[in-house]
């Protein structure tokens, strides 16, 4: 009898193992939401035409799992099994979305007005609350739609990590510029360059800002302007905008985009030359100059001839 009962025990564990490493062909995806439980997910998966066994169940109450669900979406591949499946949600492996912060990028253009909004209440800000720049450009994995406050916390905290290490190591002639100019002009940079030229073109920002005249920079007009459709015109460059460099001496009153590491780098270690002019003769590359007259020739050389 009792070897009867052992055949009928080893079978039961056979077909248990079979059954739970036996491929689903199923290939689809279910959600874990605040609340549920183990009988609620199990009613998804069932939706699904994915029945585990009771004994299978048991084990899952057992194993403790239900206190360290991972709230998300899960995906089901077409070779995964029962026991597949049981991994994911003990391990938390949810699909997780791309968040693109670009360089050059807009604060408004990545976050709604809510989430800015919500961030803005339960940040600690002396004064107002300005985010444009402090997002680091970076590559943020994410699952649901609430940890987007998450990432615009996260973003901020690593672009200030940026700006405080540069801001400590800058060149010493720019002692009396705050972390905000140099995030300013680091924006600028972002807007204005290529890699390769930011200190040279970093350059020439402090230079003109040294001899008091006009930056003169069309990304910083552009930002100001209420609706851009592409296309600069010379009414403009007297636009009223306080962004207009074209108009106002110094520095616009805060960051045009937000600007990579590399660029906060480059504003606070410009290089050092007497060039005041730049005029771009290709997508990457410009022409300097020292003086007005010779910056208009390499207007005539490079730009006229378009």
Known sequence: MKYLFFLIFSLNIIFYIFLIYKPLNI????SIEEGNNLNEIF???EEKNIYFPKAIKLIFNVSGIDKKIYLGKYKIDINDSLIDIFKNIYFGKIILKKFIISEGSKITDLFSNEIIKRFCQTANFQNECELEGYAKP????YDREIELLSILKKSIENQMADLNKSWNERNSKLVNFSKKEILIIASILEKESCANEREKISGVIYNR??????LQMDSTTIYGLKDFN???????L????LYNTYMHKGLPPGPISNPSRN???AAAQPEEHDYLYFVA???CSHEFSTNYDDHLKAVKKYQLRQ
């Open 27 to 30: 290939e689809s995806d279910f």
């Open 43 to 45: 009613a998804s998966l």
């Open 209 to 214: 800002l040294k001899n008091n005249m006009l």
């Open 230 to 236: 592409g296309n600069l015109k010379k009414k403009d």
């Open 238 to 241: 007297r636009d009223s905008s």
């Open 263 to 265: 660029s906060i780098f």
């Open 138 to 141: 970076d590559v943020y994995l």
């Open 281 to 283: 003769k290709d997508k």
